[in-house]
């Protein structure tokens, strides 16, 4: 992704040593790890909660295409457009975390695979609703993961986590439409951007007689930059990226853009963030604003 370009002469360190490190590494044993992380993907899409299948984001293997390495991470999404309308209703940013996804992965330099997800208590704390609303949820998530052990199943801490938790705002100047718009060519000019999907939570709620103020997520992603820095934080992989912005309108009539801040989830998962993931963000919100901002 161009908006991650310029890299300066300690960036260029951190690949080198990374480079060094993966060439040390056997191709059996990547092979190894990678069956494995596979095998686990297949068997949760077999499970009888996965029948809305909706799409699956092999982090590693699309950074690969791009000459750039990062341990094995898949993360699956199934979407249920009845209830995420019936989520949204509590709080729009739930959006955020939906649909419903499961990551299967593995830490670097370890033959361990593991299991991250977004559970309900997460949500709970982090959108300020009562888990009785979410009750739902839980069950589709138990219904995918029941079936695994627990040692498989990579638990996070919420201590820290409060509402709004690694959300970041912005305002837009321009209107819903022409903000989503702005937004789509800023980052579609990117060098090396990929798109991996939109959801019109407005329109998807109409079918179940639920009224939803404009709300709209667009996922996309750069491999290359997102696979360098995953690469000692796999699990980054179920939150920040690939990227997800949310676009609606708030009770106000403002046109509100919000995403998932990169290093609050390294802090998260890892208890620290890397270089790479910094410069990621600057430029992330950098990017964002000169769609969403007019200019004097």
């Known amino acids: 992704m161009q908006l991650i370009r310029n890299f ?4 260029g360190v951190i690949v080198l040593s990374i480079l060094t ?11 190894d790890i990678y069956s494995k992380v ?13 029948t809305n299948f909706w799409m699956a984001i092999d982090h590693s293997r ?3 295409q791009v000459d750039v390495y990062t341990p094995p991470s898949i993360v699956t999404f199934f979407n249920d ?33 593991s299991i991250a997800y977004t559970s309900a208590d997460f949500i709970a704390r982090r959108h300020n609703v009562s888990k009785s609303d979410l009750e739902e ?31 970041t705002f912005l305002k837009s100047d321009f209107g819903f439409d022409s903000t989503i718009l702005r937004l789509k060519e800023i980052i579609g ?24 103020k404009p709300l709209t997520l667009l996922l996309f992603g750069g491999p290359g930059p997102g696979g360098k820095a995953m690469h000692d934080s796999p699990k980054l992989g179920l939150d920040a990226f690939c990227q997800k912005l949310l676009v609606y309108e708030n009770e106000n009539q403002e046109i509100i853009v919000a995403y ?17 993931q910094k410069v990621i963000n600057k430029r992330l919100r950098k990017t964002f604003e000169m769609a969403i901002k007019r200019t004097s």
């Open 81 to 113: 457009p009845q209830l995420n309308s019936s989520l949204i209703q509590e709080n729009p940013l739930i959006a955020l975390d939906l649909p419903l996804k499961v990551l299967c992965y593995s830490e670097p330099d370890t033959q361990k695979v």
């Open 189 to 212: 000019i990117q060098g090396d951007t990929r798109w991996f999907g939109e959801i019109d939570y407005q329109k998807d709620a109409v079918p179940y007689g639920i009224e939803l």
């Open 137 to 167: 949820y839980d069950e589709r998530l138990n219904g995918l993961l029941s079936e695994f052990p627990d040692d498989l199943k990579s638990r996070t801490s919420l201590k820290e986590v409060d509402q709004n938790y690694g959300i």
């Open 21 to 31: 490190l993966i060439g040390c590494q056997s191709p059996e044993i990547k092979e």
């Open 260 to 276: 998932n801040d990169i290093e609050d989830f390294a802090q998260l998962y890892y208890g620290r963030s890397t270089p790479p």
């Open 8 to 11: 300066n002469l300690s960036w």
């Open 38 to 50: 596979d095998a686990i993907q297949n068997e949760l899409k077999q499970q009888e909660g996965a």
């Open 62 to 64: 699309l950074a690969a």
